[in-house]
């Protein structure tokens, strides 16, 4: 006698490729739904910065580490694919390689003395890094053009094609961030996700589980900043110019607040953080003198009522949904549901929920992680 299982599960994995491809049909009929062309550009950098939060999240919310220095890599893949293509003349290809490759050795030579820090002392280790490419950027006038930027830098042409009009490159855009997404949809359901989230929830417990700290704290601190320096290489050949106002320690604090605003830990959050923060100040242009005003009640607001960021809000909406559609459906007095009673509860949106705060990790997922 077999017994039936008791539900059909579909597997992470599975979802996370249908939630993300419904997510990139969702972006390709954006410009046919957007009335004027300068929403499409204004979405396309949200996708851009996504790319950014996205990685940023892995190493804040996953592994528990701050930077305040992502701008700073950012900025270098950016300076890096236009002095190789616009200075020196070298094709598109060679300066994604060389951007994205710059970024992540600088990373991983950063990482290695400042990631032996914790705390605010890792948070002011990664700020001082900024402050010095910050500088770097406005000094080396001959170099990078100093403070009034680098212009002329060409527009992308990839194996053959040119992408000239911006329907083209946010379509290119929005088909990198998916790709970004589902690669780190699958990276935290790994041994590499399980070692970070254990890192998070405590690092002793971690090392005592086997995990090697040190190690998955650079690997993950390099992942995030390659997730820059792909954004720093799009955002170069979208605008054609550069200047180092657009790196500078405003936007590593932007960066932070879009993966606390969008959800701690969430994949999708991070995503939700960047696309409303970078066009939200697009809306309240209109509002002129009191846009400031409104834009900061706006995420005090946000931030006493979703506490958890965009991500956890939405989360709560549809538990209390299904609250409201099962007390409609239960008879009286039947009991109710839990909102996280599946093993797969909180990895829809690659959360962190099964690793609650000031509990021992699990220590099958951190042996598992140890050897990821």
């Known amino acids: 006698m077999t017994c039936a299982p008791s539900s059909f599960s579909v597997p992470a994995s599975y979802r996370s490729l249908v939630s993300v491809s419904v997510f990139f049909v969702c972006l390709l009929a954006m410009p046919y739904v957007l009335p004027n062309p ?3 550009s204004t979405l396309t950098l949200a996708c851009i910065n996504a790319i950014i939060v996205v990685g940023l999240n892995l190493l804040l919310g996953f592994a528990g580490q ?4 992502h701008a700073a890599f950012y900025g270098i893949a950016a300076y890096a694919t236009g002095i190789a293509t616009a200075t020196y003349g070298l094709p598109m290809e060679a300066g994604f390689f060389i951007a994205v490759g710059l970024t992540g050795l600088v990373a991983l030579l950063v990482g290695i003395p400042t990631l032996k820090l914790t705390g ?3 948070a002011m280790g990664t700020l001082g890094f900024g402050i010095i490419v910050f500088i770097f950027l406005n000094e080396s006038i001959e170099l990078t053009g100093g403070p009034s930027g680098m212009v002329g830098i060409p527009r992308l042409a990839l194996f053959g094609y040119e992408f000239w009009s911006d329907n083209a490159y946010f379509y290119l855009v929005s088909a990198v961030l998916c790709c970004i997404l589902l690669l780190s949809l699958n990276l935290i359901r790994s041994r590499f996700g399980r070692a970070l989230k254990a890192i998070h929830t405590s690092e002793k417990a971690a090392m005592c589980m086997g995990v090697d700290i040190a190690r998955y704290k650079l690997a993950v601190f390099v992942f995030s900043a390659l997730y820059a320096g792909v954004a720093g290489f799009l955002y170069a050949h979208y605008l054609g110019f550069v200047a180092p106002s657009s790196f500078g320690f405003h936007f590593s604090v932007q960066l932070i607040v879009m993966v606390v605003l969008g959800g701690m830990a969430s994949v999708w959050g991070a995503v939700a953080g960047a696309i409303f923060l970078t066009v939200l100040p697009e809306f309240l242009r209109v509002f002129e003198t009191i846009e400031p ?5 706006i995420l005090v607001l946000s931030m006493m009522f979703m506490p958890k960021g965009l991500a956890g809000g939405a989360e709560m909406l549809c538990r209390r949904a299904r609250r409201l559609c099962g007390g409609l459906r239960a008879p009286a007095g039947a009991p109710e549901a839990g909102p ?3 093993p797969e509860s909180g990895q829809e949106n690659g959360s962190t ?3 609650p705060t000031g509990q021992p990790p699990d220590a099958g997922a951190v042996r598992g992680g140890s050897n990821g």
């Open 340 to 342: 996280q009673s599946g």
């Open 353 to 355: 929920g099964a690793l």
């Open 38 to 40: 300068y929403y499409v």
């Open 120 to 122: 605010h002392y890792l």
């Open 293 to 297: 005003l409104i834009y900061g009640s």
């Open 66 to 69: 701050i930077s305040l220095g």
